[in-house]
C-alpha cells in the first residue's frame, strides 16, 4: 500500500462513515485497504499511485462500452458549454424516453430520476396507487436499493415471514414486505394462496446479479407472472442490472415475458446517475402531475446524464455488439473455470456480459458460501489485485465485460490469473 492511498483511507474514515460512500466498497471482505482510483480508460482503471488494473467491475455494471468512452466524452463536454442542470424540461429528456421505450415497446411512459433505489420506490408506489393494496412480495437475495420496504429478507425460520435487514427499518413497514425463495417455485402457490388479495406487487430481478448470478428459467418466470396477475398484483421486473446489459432489451427481451412495469439504471446513464420507471399507460397516468401518486425531483431528467445515456443507447443501437460480448464473456468465463480448478472446487456462471465465479458449489439461490470458501477468495483476491486484476471486492458481486475489453486484454487477465492461482496452489 502506498503512502498516498494509506493517507487517503486513514483521512475518508474520519469524514464519511466507514471511509467510505458505499459499503462495498470499504473492501470490508477483502480485509484490506480500499484501493483509490484516480482514472478509468478503456478496459482499465488507474490508481492513483499509477497502478494499472484490468478491470472486470465496470463501475457496478453501467460501462458496458468501457470507462469514458469517445461517444460519450463528446457529447457531454459538448453538453457542457449548453448548461448542467436546467431544472425545466428539455428535448432530450423527451429523446431519451422514446429510445427506452423502443426498447420496451410494449410499455408506454417513462419516468426519469436518479438512481435505482429511487425507480424502484416510485414503481412501489404506483403499484399501491393502481391497487389499493400495500404488501409486495419480493424474493430473498434479490437487492432493489436500500429503501426501507424492500431492504427486507426471509428470516432462518418460516420463509414468507420478513426480516429487516438494516436497522431503522420499522417493524411495521418489513412487515409490508413478504418474502419467499425464487430457487422454490413449488412454494409460491401457498403464498399467494395466504397473501395475494393483499399484494398490490411482485417485484424480481428477471436475472438475480446482486447476490451471485442466478439464472432462473423462462417456464418458472412465465408461472410467476401469471399468478401474480391472477392474484391481481402489479408485475415488476427490476431490470437496473440486465437492462441494456442482455441486449437491447434487458431480460424482457431475453425470457420474452412481459411485466406491467420495468426500472433500468446502470447501462442508460452512460456512465452519470440516471434510473427510469417504465410502465403501461394505465399504470404510470397515476403519477402527478396528472394522477394521484406524487414523485419528484430536482435532477430528475438531469440534462448532463440524458445526454451521456443518449448517446450511449444509441451507440449500442448503432453497433450491436452483444452477440460479440457474449461471445467473449462465455469463452472467458469457461477458461476462468478452468485456470481456478487446482484452488479446489469452483462454479462460474455467465449469461450476455455478465459473469461470477465462486469459490464451492451448490446451486441454491441466495448462495450460500462457507467461511472456507469466503476466506479463499480473500486470498485470491489479494493476489489478482497485485497482478493488476480488478474485481468487485466481495465474493457475492458479479463481474463485467465491456466492449472495450478486447481479446487481447482478456488473454493477459488469464494470464494474470493464472500466476496467482499458481502461487496459492
Not at 38 to 49: H, N, Q, R, T, Y
Not at 139 to 145: A, N, V
Not at 309 to 338: I, W
Request: hydrophobic share 40%; aromatic share 8%.
Amino acid at each position: 500500500m502506498s503512502e498516498q492511498t494509506q493517507d487517503l483511507w486513514t483521512r475518508a474514515q474520519r469524514v464519511m462513515p466507514g471511509g467510505v460512500n458505499s459499503p462495498v466498497r470499504s473492501f470490508k471482505h477483502i480485509g484490506e485497504t480500499p484501493v483509490y482510483f484516480a482514472k478509468g480508460e478503456g478496459a482499465f482503471l488507474e490508481s492513483v499511485d499509477g497502478r494499472r488494473f484490468i478491470d472486470f467491475c465496470m463501475g457496478f455494471g453501467p460501462h458496458i462500452l468501457g470507462h469514458s468512452p469517445q461517444v460519450v466524452v463528446n457529447a457531454v463536454s459538448a453538453q457542457l458549454a449548453h448548461g448542467t442542470s436546467l431544472g425545466a424540461c428539455n428535448p432530450l429528456e423527451v429523446e431519451l424516453c422514446e429510445e427506452l421505450l423502443l426498447s420496451y415497446p410494449f410499455l408506454e411512459r417513462v419516468r426519469l430520476v436518479n438512481t435505482g433505489t429511487e425507480a424502484v420506490m416510485t414503481a412501489l408506489r404506483l403499484a399501491r396507487a393502481v391497487t389499493g393494496r400495500a404488501k409486495t412480495l419480493k424474493f430473498e437475495g434479490c437487492y432493489h436499493g436500500h429503501f426501507d420496504s424492500l431492504l427486507v429478507s426471509a428470516g432462518s425460520g418460516v420463509a414468507d415471514l420478513p426480516q429487516a435487514s438494516s436497522k431503522g427499518v420499522p417493524k411495521e413497514i418489513a412487515e409490508t414486505t413478504v418474502v419467499a425463495r425464487l430457487d422454490d417455485p413449488a412454494s409460491w402457490g401457498a403464498i399467494f394462496e395466504r397473501h395475494g388479495s393483499s399484494l398490490a406487487a411482485v417485484i424480481v430481478e428477471p436475472v438475480p446479479a446482486n447476490e451471485g448470478l442466478f439464472l432462473p428459467s423462462r417456464t418458472d418466470l412465465r408461472r410467476l407472472v401469471d399468478i401474480a396477475r391472477a392474484a391481481g398484483a402489479v408485475v415488476i421486473f427490476d431490470e437496473v442490472i440486465s437492462g441494456f446489459r442482455l441486449g437491447l432489451s434487458g431480460a424482457v427481451g431475453h425470457y420474452d415475458i412481459r411485466p406491467d412495469i420495468v426500472t433500468l439504471g446502470k447501462v442508460i446513464g452512460g456512465g452519470l446517475p440516471l434510473a427510469a420507471v417504465m410502465g403501461t399507460g394505465r399504470i404510470m397516468d397515476e403519477l402527478a402531475p396528472i394522477g394521484s401518486a406524487y414523485q419528484a425531483g430536482t435532477f430528475s431528467g438531469n440534462v448532463l446524464s440524458v445526454t451521456a445515456g443518449l448517446a450511449c443507447v444509441r451507440e449500442l443501437r448503432r453497433s450491436k455488439p452483444y452477440a460479440d460480448l457474449e461471445r467473449r464473456t462465455t469463452l472467458f468465463a469457461d477458461e476462468l473455470g478452468d485456470v481456478l480448478r487446482p484452488l479446489g472446487v469452483v462454479t462460474v456462471t455467465s449469461l450476455g456480459s455478465i459473469f461470477w465465479f465462486r469459490f464451492g458449489e451448490g446451486n441454491q439461490f441466495p448462495p450460500a458460501l462457507s467461511e472456507k470458501d469466503r476466506v479463499l477468495f480473500r486470498k485470491f483476491y489479494s493476489r489478482v489485485l497485485e497482478k493488476g486484476i480488478y474485481f468487485p471486492p466481495s465474493p457475492y458481486e458479479v463481474c463485467f465485460v465491456s466492449t472495450a475489453h478486447s481479446d487481447a486484454h482478456m488473454v493477459e487477465a488469464l494470464e494474470k490469473i493464472s500466476a496467482a492461482v499458481r502461487e496459492l496452489a
